[in-house]
């Protein structure tokens, strides 16, 4: 059977400010390096090893994957990035504190912004403080404005289908490290899971979930790697 990996990066700066973060690049905290690395030898300790991994634009996904691949002394597997697997743009509530954003929004309507599985927040402003039109590694790609839970998965499954399922059909043992969103996104496909469901379905930092899949590549099996 396909055996497929996910995790999703170690804590970083603006998880631990409780920011809004979305395609904003920030670092993995010390405690978020220690989630990495820490997964990265369970992963080795449970005998797990990989043929090709796949990751996102951002530092903070890139960072736990090479953190766990050392850990795993895997240093040198072929790893695939793509923007298709960035975190959900929170448009215009990105770099806000949460507690902050809800005082003066309203805890209902904060949490229609985060938990609806179709509304997104605000959109971005042209030129503002995390206007990314001028980042490189975004160059020709269409930057979106504000995503939906909706928006992230329709972004998500082109790249799953045209890269990732081939090369799990190929025979390949594969990882991915991306992000909370992103990889509800996968989640929702692989496990059939209701899009009322999904929104409630939170993904802990640093800790790998490991899928056993059948030949049409649909959950047979999935744990979380610790509780094994």
Known sequence: ?????????????????????????VDVTEKGAAEAKAAGELMAAKGLD???????????????LNLALEAMGRLWLPTE?????????????????????????GDEQVKIWRRSF???????EPGGDYDLANDR???GIPIPQAESLKD???????????RIAPSLRSGQRILISAHGN????????????GDDEIVHLEIPTGQPIVYQLDADLREVERYYLSER
């Open 1 to 25: 059977m396909p055996t497929l990996v996910l995790i999703r990066h170690g804590q970083s700066a603006w998880n631990l400010e409780n920011r809004f973060t979305g395609w904003w690049d």
């Open 50 to 64: 990989f043929d090709m991994t796949f990751t996102s634009f951002q530092t903070r996904a890139i960072k736990t």
């Open 81 to 105: 990035k793509h923007w298709r697997l960035n975190e959900r743009h929170y448009g215009g509530l990105t770099g806000l504190d949460k507690a902050e954003t809800a005082a003066k929004h």
């Open 118 to 124: 179709d509304i997104p927040p605000p959109a971005s």
């Open 137 to 139: 590694r975004y160059h």
């Open 152 to 162: 992230t998965i329709a972004r998500v499954l082109p790249y799953w289908e045209e």
């Open 182 to 193: 992103s990889l509800r996104a996968l989640v929702k496909h692989l496990s059939g899971i």
